[in-house]
């Protein structure tokens, strides 16, 4: 076995590795670059070398100096984690001939599945169904509008190298088809080097679901199930899980031996994904192979009690496989949800600063029986770089059924604190209580069809602002004696503490009286029904858990202004608790409106604009493109709401720009 692995990655699949090199007694070393130096990552390991400055392309992208920590630190295994180096053959090939090995697969099947082109001519070879498309490559943007016609629209633009979502384009028709490979290509070349782009059928109404394949050297190969991972947003999965509510058992066995055959056709060893998209018919067709350990794998963990980073450096030292295809058991429902550091508020704009809050739910098992598990690589006090990928958490839960795992996610993400920065977690909330989620019809068009103006919160139902306010009603309760306890008070001067109070939240307008007795706290609306409320809250307390009917919930609170902000199950609102006669003149108030920032075009998030398209004096479109800002190595084009003439150009190519800065501005 290992005596020291290097971890030639960053963040919480570098964090996540270290864990199993511990339990297994191997000695590790992390990398970091100027903006990791005080990462979790480096932290953990037991010792850690610097390989360059912030960006990837200068420090964790470049095999020399990766090659360089290992002479200096002696290691003689390498995990690549994912993203990275991670499917890059040279690279294996290098720690080869370092005589270091490589906890991986070998670099001949990196270089055939890394190559979409050839990937999927090997899968057609081996009897694995593939989607209709053109394989060649595609040398401009006339010849992709060519091919996506002989085709037929709609086509997927691709990259050959690409992954994570990067250079990736759906067209539906000739205007999309050239912008599209464009796009495509720009992504392709800032984040992968390769610039090749090929096109191929966009399945309609597909789901995205992967088989994990793991091999060991002596030519076994087992599929360890599949997961579901239909929940996207811009080809970059959200949510995950195994297995898949949409799969049975015929089907997940074709998969599962169509990916074991590809995998056998280049001499596959080590973790590997074979994805595939399926149709409503159950048809599939395969997708692509990422050689490396995926970002969602916790979850195939959770079903098989399979450590399979444990598994991927046992057979990288040479071990068999301790288990046979026929010893895989899959047990209970795991799923998975990436909290991003991204402002679901502002159509998912990526976010950066420092997490001044971050307190996850209590990982391990639960009194229920469901296991609640969080991999990361950050902490409170931390920064989420412009540099790197988005991702904070990894989020997980298992139950033995579906139901019993999506509600245990529903109650972890109410118990997950995450303040300074936009995240995502009010979405993800969202999505577990939505009822096509809930019954399992999903496809990768999801998000796009249920939130296809974006998000923009969670709108309570006339219960759910009835458990509010009564919550509500019962922090304002334990402040007003809070209040009433001051000593040194008058005699008959003590601060009395009302019973009826009106509580205004999100639209509704609810009277209330707060009865207390030997069985505790009610709350009475003026329509006699009645909720009964306890809870352990302090003030100063961010969150805490209260019983509400029956029904425990939790919820993050706040001071918004003279109400209160409460946040749970994707809602955010602000309750108001008032005494009858100020909520009457609260009534008469003025509403303060926002300022108009129509004729102005808005950095909508922090990062570098890379190009202007227009001028002053132009006459735009609606639709027309106007600037490009790239963040989190993400190309975002900024187009025209409406036609107009632009005033004034106020930011150049280059420069780096916070959120809400200027960019331009229209007559």
């Known amino acids: 076995m290992f005596k020291k692995i290097l971890i030639a990655n960053r963040g919480e699949i570098a964090c996540r590795v270290i864990k199993t090199a511990q339990k297994l007694g191997i000695a590790t070393v992390a990398v970091y670059s100027d903006a990791d130096r005080e990462a979790l990552h480096v932290k953990m390991a ?6 360059g400055p912030a960006p990837s392309s200068q420090s964790y992208i470049v095999i020399q100096k990766i090659i360089d920590a290992i002479r200096q630190t002696g290691a003689d295994a390498v995990h690549p984690g994912y993203g990275f180096l991670s499917e890059n053959p040279n690279f294996a090939e290098a720690l080869k001939g370092e005589g270091v090995a490589f906890i ?3 670099p001949v099947a990196i270089e055939a599945m890394g190559d979409k082109i050839t990937s999927k001519k090997i899968a057609a070879s081996a009897g694995v169904n593939t989607v209709p ?3 060649g490559l595609i040398e401009g943007a006339d010849e992709a509008v060519k091919i ?5 629209y709609p086509v997927m633009i691709k990259a050959s190298a690409g992954g994570g979502g990067k250079g990736m384009r759906i067209a539906w028709n000739d205007a999309e088809a050239r912008e599209g490979f464009q796009s495509s290509r720009n992504e392709a070349k800032s984040s992968f080097g390769d610039d090749r782009i090929f096109i191929e059928k966009f399945v309609t109404q597909p789901r995205h679901i992967e088989i994990q394949v793991l091999g060991d050297q002596h030519g076994n ?3 360890l199930g599949e997961r579901e991972c239909s929940i996207q947003r811009r080809n970059q999965k959200v949510i995950e899980e195994a297995p898949s509510p949409f799969l049975d058992a015929a089907t997940r066995k074709a998969m599962g031996e169509q990916a074991v ?15 595939f998209i399926v149709d409503g018919d159950r048809n599939f067709y395969f997708l692509e192979m990422n050689t490396r350990l995926q970002v969602e794998h916790p979850v195939t963990e959770l079903i098989t009690g399979i450590d399979l980073v444990e598994e991927m450096i046992r057979v990288a030292a040479g071990e068999k496989l301790r288990f046979t295809q026929a010893d895989v058991k899959l047990n209970g429902w795991a799923i998975e949800s990436r909290l991003y ?3 679901p508020y502002r159509n998912f704009l990526p976010s950066i600063g420092r997490l001044t809050r971050y307190r996850p739910p209590v990982e391990g098992k639960r009194d229920d029986g469901t296991v609640v598990r969080n991999d990361t690589g950050v902490f409170e006090g931390g920064e989420i770089s412009m540099y790197y990928d988005p991702m904070i958490a990894k989020l997980c839960t298992w139950a033995p059924d579906r139901a019993a795992a999506v509600e245990a996610m529903g109650r972890a993400l109410d118990d997950f604190e995450v303040e300074g920065i936009g995240h995502n977690l009010p979405f993800l909330s969202a999505v577990m209580d939505h009822q096509r989620f809930r019954a399992g019809a999903l496809t990768t068009a999801f998000i796009a069809e249920e939130y296809p103006d974006g998000f923009s919160g969670v709108a309570p139902s006339e219960a759910d602002a009835r458990r509010l306010a009564a919550v509500a009603a019962l922090i304002n309760l334990f402040v007003q004696r809070r209040g009433a306890q001051i000593s040194g008070a008058l005699a008959h001067h003590q601060r009395p503490v009302g019973a009826d109070w009106v509580v205004t939240l999100a639209g509704f307008t609810l009277p209330l009286r707060i009865n207390e007795g030997g069985d505790g706290t009610v709350v009475e609306f003026d329509d006699g029904t009645s909720l009964a409320v306890s809870s352990d809250w302090l003030p100063g307390h961010l969150h805490a858990n209260f019983a509400v009917g029956g029904t425990s919930i939790g919820v993050k609170i706040s001071r918004s202004g003279t109400g209160w902000r409460l946040r749970w199950r994707g809602m955010d609102v602000v309750a108001h608790v008032r005494s009858p006669r100020v909520a009457e003149l609260a009534k008469l108030m003025p509403v303060k409106l926002p300022p108009d920032t129509s004729k102005m075009l808005l950095c909508p998030m922090p990062g570098v604009v890379t190009s202007v398209l227009v001028k002053e004096g132009d006459v735009v479109e609606a639709g027309q493109s106007l600037a490009t800002v790239e963040a989190m190595k993400m190309e975002n084009v900024l187009r025209a ?3 107009g003439a632009v005033k004034r150009i106020a930011a150049a190519a280059g420069e780096s720009l916070a959120v809400d800065e200027l960019i331009m501005e229209f007559e």
């Open 148 to 152: 996506a016609n002989s085709i037929g």
């Open 221 to 223: 190969l087992v599929y």
């Open 46 to 51: 037991d010792e850690a070398a610097r390989i």
């Open 261 to 275: 055959a590809l995998g056998k056709a280049v001499g596959y060893f080590s973790a590997g994904t074979v994805e």
């Open 133 to 135: 498309g053109h394989m």
């Open 104 to 106: 991986g697969p070998p």
């Open 341 to 343: 550091a991204e402002d």
């Open 641 to 643: 709401e409406r036609k």
